[in-house]
């Protein structure tokens, strides 16, 4: 008799984004850690970027057993990405600091994924203006 074996892999999405560049970006870094991952919706976004609302973005898609791990992963480099500045003003010792970005968001990402830490930043005092480069 033979054995009926359930050889299905239940996947989940763990991150949607609205261009395929991106999501491609985070899939080689979650697959350079070691977790196959696939994503969905691709190709229609990216021929057809007005339908990136209806279908909900590019979807990336992990097997459910590496869903924890790459939601760690996912969330460690947005959390580099939106990283306050711990600093105080220079001139006035405030705490009260904006974070200007020189580049857009997906340098940011690309600098994160493959530098480990952002692209340098602005920071703007909002006591008493003054400007100064963040590292």
Known sequence: MMEN???????V???SFPEAIEA???RSRLE????????????????QPWHTIAYGGVK?????TDEMRAREIIQDIRGKLNAEAT????VCHSNKIK???????LK?????????????RKAVCVNCGHTWQLT
Do not use: W
Request: proline content about 5%; overall charge positive.
């Open 5 to 11: 074996r359930n050889n299905n892999i239940r996947l």
């Open 99 to 105: 974070v200007k970005r020189n580049v857009n968001i």
């Open 24 to 26: 491609h970006i985070y």
């Open 60 to 64: 990336l898609r992990v097997r459910h």
């Open 108 to 120: 940011q990402v690309v600098s994160v994924l493959f530098m480990g830490t952002p692209v340098s």
């Open 87 to 90: 600093e105080l003003c220079p």
């Open 32 to 47: 350079a850690e070691g977790i196959p991952c696939v994503l969905a919706d691709e190709n229609i976004v990216s021929n």
């Open 13 to 15: 999405t763990i991150a």
